[in-house]
């Protein structure tokens, strides 16, 4: 689980990054969605890979944290979710507007001289 | 209820965030109720922020001065997300706010009319600002983080046309990366450690194992990435003088401490988490800091000199600013933070001004004419026309007079010339320099302080230059086609408010030095801050009583 999980993070993480380094905006913006998939993935890999646990402890109840699962990444990963989701919609209008503008999808606005 | 003077200290999140979100129920034929909605909220904010400032400062008899905890939701540290009021959060909430009431009016004179939902926007920013200042919680940081970051999208968007798209869309590109960096970066930290509140992490990294504590620097690594974008450090910086320049003026004005945000985490982190390891000042992450900082100055000395524009001009100031102020940082030595705090606020004001300045110079101005101005400057053509003219003495318009002294004292400022602030501020640090404190035992005067001391001049000259340039070209040799600027009051008044505040830091230059040599010591001593998070005690609930007798 362990190997499946990095390299998910990994493949993601290297695609992302490429993309992100490329002329067109689209390419842009997808590569900032792959990233924040590794991301997301990344932070959940910090609060230990456990099976079958449950997060929530019965109130009153002897706790062994050995048997439950970190909730707080998770709850991190909410909130990562939510907010790249809301920055990602807000730098796809940008894209609209730019590719509007300028009458390019090029990430400087215009096309390079060839 | 009883009302309890710790309560405020949530009150610069909850005003601008309440105002803010009224205003979205307002429709644009309602711009004046909106205007008088958001000054009422920053004339609010800026209240609070110097009382909080005062009950830090003035009521504190211990070294380290009074630091409020505010338990969000009541639960016990160090579980609960808590805002702490100290000396630095409280000198940034009055800077905030201290910016953002002069901002909010320039924009009243024509910017807020440019587009939706400035006044949201800006209220937003201003929430995101003083959460970032106040939180305790590195991911609330985040968060914080996040809202300041996504109200600046839309300021700088603000009037659109196609430099502020292109520069926003680079601006949001970098920062959404920069975003996810934090994120990697805290969950390393969390991974480590088990904790996100700073007080408590403070507790924990000295107790890690060396197998983990590489991980652990190695997410403080990814983390500080995050805050050196935003602080601009080199190389780094490429983004910042571009969007400031495009950004409409009051938003740029408010973006001048929008990268202090990045140094004032930095330095508030760094120190508390490594501040107590002896090798930290030797170690890379004071080293990354100082060189680094030694090339923002450098590379914003360079784009000074070297901008065509005055709106490019300022935004490489914020470089020099940046830089200076990471240096400072870097060399971890008490006497120099108290300095640098000192021309942080100082430089972050005096950049606000000018952002605002620059769009009433060039209001008057062709654009193309002012860059053509300074390049043929640079290659040496004269204007023959003018050699043969009379010389006839022309009486300088108000308005243009009144611009000039504004111009000239920012230009003072950033220079660092006496009389104003600027040059208190860099002198303090020089002097820190070279009497290092006698606790480091060390006498000699290093390299590096030789080699910060003479960026830090140059960087003046290079300033000095720079501003005697375009302001002749604008205010004593204007070219044919400039037109006298309208103005209105309610556009200037701002920009001398900004500025007579640098000027009673001047006058006050004693008082406010000791309140900075106090941030100081309890940044480089953050014991204090540390028990008093930990053992802030639970809100106890007074009303159960009665309701039993109900």
């Known amino acids: 689980m362990e190997l499946i999980l990095s390299l998910g993070i990994g493949i993601l993480a290297g695609s992302g990054v490429w993309l992100l380094l490329r002329p067109r905006t689209y390419q842009v913006i997808i590569g900032l969605?792959?990233?924040?998939?590794?991301?997301?993935?990344?932070?959940?890999?910090?609060?230990?890979?456990?099976?079958?646990?449950?997060?929530?402890?019965?109130?009153?109840?002897?706790?062994?944290?050995a048997t439950f699962a970190d909730p707080v990444p998770q709850a991190l990963i909410l909130t990562a979710i939510v907010i790249g989701f809301a920055t990602t919609a807000l730098f796809l209008v940008i894209l609209l507007a730019a590719r509007g503008l300028t009458g390019t999808d090029h990430v400087d606005g215009k096309e390079p001289d060839r | 209820m009883r009302f309890s003077p710790e309560h405020l200290v949530i009150?610069?999140?909850?005003?601008?965030?309440?105002?803010?979100?009224?205003?979205?129920?307002?429709?644009?034929?309602?711009?004046?109720?909106?205007?008088?909605?958001?000054?009422?909220?920053?004339?609010?904010?800026?209240?609070?922020?110097?009382?909080?400032?005062?009950?830090?400062?003035?009521?504190?008899?211990?070294?380290?001065?009074?630091?409020t905890v505010y338990l969000l939701g009541n639960w016990p540290p160090p579980f609960a997300i808590n805002l702490v009021l100290d000396h630095l959060s409280a000198m940034m909430l009055t800077l905030t706010a201290t910016l953002a009431l002069p901002a909010l009016i320039f924009s009243l004179g024509r910017w807020h009319k440019s587009g939706a939902h400035f006044h949201t926007l800006f209220l937003l920013l201003l929430m995101g600002?003083?959460?970032?200042?106040?939180?305790?919680?590195?991911?609330?940081?985040?968060?914080?983080?996040?809202?300041?970051?996504?109200?600046?999208?839309?300021?700088?968007?603000?009037?659109?046309?196609?430099?502020?798209?292109?520069?926003?869309?680079?601006?949001?590109?970098?920062?959404?990366?920069?975003?996810?960096?934090?994120?990697?970066?805290?969950?390393?930290?969390?991974?480590?450690?088990?904790?996100?509140?700073?007080?408590?992490?403070?507790l924990k990294i000295p107790q890690?194992?060396?197998?983990?504590?590489?991980l652990l620097e190695s997410g403080a690594a990814v983390l500080s990435v995050a805050f050196l974008i935003k602080a601009g450090m080199w190389p780094l910086s490429f983004w910042l003088p571009a969007t400031y320049a495009a950004a409409p003026a009051p938003s740029a004005a408010i973006f001048a401490i929008m990268s202090k945000v990045g140094i004032y985490v930095l330095l508030r982190l760094t120190l508390l988490f490594f501040g107590n390891n002896p090798d930290f000042p030797d170690g890379p992450g004071a080293q990354i800091l100082l060189y680094g900082g030694l090339a923002t100055i450098g590379f914003g000395t360079v784009g000074v000199l070297a901008s065509q524009t005055l709106g490019r001009f300022a935004g490489f100031s914020v470089l020099v600013s940046s830089g200076t102020l990471l240096t400072s940082i870097g060399l971890v030595q008490t006497g120099v933070t108290a300095g640098a705090l000192f021309y942080l606020v100082s430089s972050t004001l005096a950049i606000s001004a000018l952002f605002m300045l620059i769009e009433l110079i060039e209001r008057g101005q062709n654009m193309a004419a002012s860059v053509l101005a300074v390049t043929m400057e640079a290659f040496g053509y004269q204007d023959e026309e003018t050699e043969n003219e009379e010389i006839v003495?022309?009486?300088?318009?108000?308005?243009?007079?009144?611009?000039g002294t504004c111009f000239a004292a920012c230009a003072i400022l950033l220079i660092g010339l006496p009389p104003l602030s600027g040059f208190i501020a860099k002198f303090v640090i020089l002097s820190a320099l070279f009497s290092p404190d006698t606790a480091s035992q060390a006498t000699d005067i290093t390299a590096i302080s030789w080699g910060f001391t003479a960026l830090l001049i140059l960087s003046g000259l290079a300033t000095l230059i720079a501003m005697s340039r375009s302001g002749?070209?604008?205010?004593?040799?204007?070219?044919?086609?400039?037109?006298?600027?309208?103005?209105l009051l309610i556009e200037i008044l701002p920009i001398a408010a900004l500025l007579g505040v640098t000027l009673v830091l001047t006058i006050q230059a004693g008082p406010v030095m000791r309140f900075m040599e106090a941030t100081a010591t309890s940044l480089h001593a953050p014991h204090p801050y540390i028990e008093k998070v930990m053992n802030t005690p639970r809100a106890t609930v007074l009303s159960q009583p009665e309701e039993q007798v109900e």
């Open chain 1, 33 to 65: 969605g792959l990233l924040s998939y590794a991301v997301n993935l990344f932070i959940f890999s910090v609060g230990r890979l456990v099976m079958n646990n449950p997060p929530v402890t019965q109130a009153g109840a002897q706790v062994d944290s």
């Open chain 2, 11 to 67: 009150a610069p999140v909850l005003i601008p965030l309440i105002a803010g979100a009224l205003q979205l129920f307002l429709d644009d034929r309602g711009r004046k109720l909106k205007a008088t909605l958001s000054v009422l909220a920053t004339v609010a904010l800026l209240i609070i922020s110097v009382w909080l400032l005062r009950f830090t400062y003035v009521n504190s008899h211990a070294s380290a001065g009074k630091i």
């Open chain 2, 129 to 202: 600002l003083n959460g970032a200042f106040l939180t305790g919680d590195l991911f609330n940081l985040f968060v914080f983080f996040e809202i300041m970051l996504a109200a600046s999208y839309g300021l700088v968007l603000h009037g659109s046309g196609l430099l502020r798209v292109k520069a926003g869309l680079h601006y949001i590109a970098i920062n959404l990366v920069a975003s996810f960096l934090f994120l990697i970066g805290v969950a390393l930290i969390y991974g480590v450690t088990g904790t996100l509140n700073m007080a408590d992490l403070a």
């Open chain 2, 208 to 214: 890690i194992s060396a197998s983990g504590y590489m």
């Open chain 2, 393 to 403: 003495g022309v009486a300088i318009p108000r308005t243009i007079a009144v611009l």
């Open chain 2, 472 to 487: 002749i070209h604008t205010f004593w040799a204007p070219s044919v086609d400039t037109m006298l600027p309208r103005v």
